[in-house]
């Protein structure tokens, strides 16, 4: 119970503050699970014991529905497009499997093929990879070109000889009549909020695309967690290790979600925000950053919406974010291999 209340101060604790908070966060399903088994358990042998869990539930209900989306699962909330209303996609393509792979061309291929299918008017990509070196892939154009997208604004954070670029990318169907950069933190690993003012017909908005603070595990480290998991090995070294770049990240994206956050309010115009956060809807990242915006997935998905393919079965962490003078239509997430990270897919009307 105290752990889950502790769990449940994430939104208003930053980790910055206080760092161990986002560990006891990580645990919050798992914390959730167990009062709900000794609720279920009470409720069978001594009812009177049954306020004992359901407190907890009822003062942590505000963490409880940002990380369960309580719709009924019907196609109509998956899959409406009506006339006049935006398709948007947030993905982390995993620089199309460029070191991944043996041979990404056929990943890439196959990712181009998912993304075409969508008939999308807005595209937000994090962990993007393009170049304009013989031989490979500029996929900046290609996309523009293959999803008929094309007005795009890119970060391109990071460089190899003026060829080779990766960082985030906003494609859109619509005119850019603005775009630019916030850099989110200081060093060589800085990556960048970017965002797009876009005109259609008499609407203008602002789409914000972001990729936080990543623990930055290595395969080593993915090694080591995999023997800690098995009990092969205690670990000790490695468990520092770990612990070390997961404190890190966590007090990172903290300071990244306050700017974030400061950002989103000074805009003129409406807001939809996308991107990989690297955090879960228990945590400080999300409510800070989330604010009023509408959660596409609370508003149209169902169940805990799992959309990183690595570590546990939990994690949410990518995120479509509407400002509420749009209506949700729908929201979708398309469970495929081809990255780590699933694409989640929103359709948007004005709320007029």
């Not at 306050?258 to 809807?281: H, M």
């Amino acid at each position: 119970m105290l752990l889950f209340l502790v769990a449940c101060l994430a939104p208003y604790v930053s980790p910055e503050q206080w760092w161990p908070i986002s560990f006891i966060t990580l645990l919050f399903p798992l914390l959730l699970l167990i009062l709900i088994l000794f609720f279920i358990c009470w409720l069978l042998f001594d009812f009177k014991y049954c306020l004992l869990p359901m407190l907890p539930i009822l003062i942590g209900w505000k963490s409880i529905s940002a990380f369960i989306a309580f719709n009924y699962p019907t196609a109509g909330k998956q899959f409406s497009s009506p006339s006049g209303s935006l398709t948007i996609m947030s993905y982390n393509v995993a620089q199309f499997g460029l070191y991944r792979e043996k041979d990404s061309k056929y990943n890439r291929e196959a990712m181009f093929a998912l993304i075409k299918k969508q008939e999308l008017d807005l595209l937000c990509i994090q962990d993007f990879y393009t170049s304009e070196k013989k031989n490979d892939f500029n996929n900046r154009e290609d996309i523009s070109r293959e999803m008929k997208l094309p007005y795009r604004f890119f970060s391109s954070d990071f460089n190899r000889d003026g060829m080779q670029h990766w960082g985030s990318i906003i494609y859109s169907r619509y005119p850019i009549i603005k775009s630019d950069k916030v850099k989110l933190s200081k060093g060589p690993l800085s990556e960048s909020l970017i965002y797009a003012d876009i005109v259609r017909e008499s609407d203008t908005f602002r789409i914000i695309n972001m990729h936080l603070a990543s623990y930055r595990f290595n395969e080593r480290d993915y090694r080591s967690i995999e023997k800690i998991k098995k009990q092969e090995d205690t670990g000790l070294v490695a468990t520092r290790n770990i612990v070390q770049k997961m404190r890190d990240a966590y007090v990172g994206r903290s300071r990244q979600a306050d700017i974030v956050a400061a950002f989103i309010k000074t805009s003129p115009y409406p807001v939809i925000v996308c991107g990989d956060f690297n955090d879960t809807p228990a945590s400080y990242t999300y409510f800070t950053i989330r604010g009023p915006l509408q959660d596409a997935f609370l508003r149209k998905g169902s169940g805990i919406g799992r959309t990183y393919a690595g570590l546990a079965p939990t994690l949410r962490i990518d995120y479509i974010f509407a400002d509420k003078s749009f209506r949700i239509n729908s929201f979708r997430m398309i469970k495929s291999g081809l990255s780590d990270h699933y694409p989640v897919i929103a359709n948007l009307s004005p709320a007029r």
